[in-house]
Nanobody
């Protein structure tokens, strides 16, 4: 059974940092691209970042470019999202997802597996 489990959410002041982790089990992790999405309160889910199976290619939403960094450790079967210079508008429920095509995508319909998410709240 495939499981993706997110860790690292919490409450942080604006300007602060958090690192989210996504631990995967039940799938050949190195064959999957990984993505991070978020759903702000009362809004639709939106793309944040994605990384290819080998880590050589990354994508970012314009709203987080230069502040967030996606990475992965295939041996540990874990993906990460380092979030710096957080803003109140980054407040959302953050989800990781796995895409079996391996290249990463902004389109959430391309992802096969999803975690339950972790809440990030940024206070002003």
């Amino acid at each position: 059974q495939v499981q993706l489990e997110e860790f690292g959410g919490g409450l942080v002041q604006a300007g602060g940092s958090l690192r989210l982790s996504c631990a995967a089990s039940g799938l050949s992790f190195s064959n999957y691209a990984m993505g991070w999405f978020r759903q702000p309160p009362g809004k639709e889910r939106e793309f944040v970042a994605a990384i290819s199976w080998g880590g050589g290619s990354t994508l970012y939403a314009d709203s987080v470019k230069g502040r967030f960094t996606i990475s992965r450790a295939n041996v540990q079967r874990t993906a990460y999202l380092q979030m710096n210079k957080l803003k109140p508008e980054d407040t959302a429920h953050y989800y990781c997802a796995a895409d079996h095509w391996g290249l990463g995508s902004r389109d959430d319909s391309n992802y096969d597996y999803w975690g339950q998410g972790t809440q990030v709240t940024v206070s002003s």
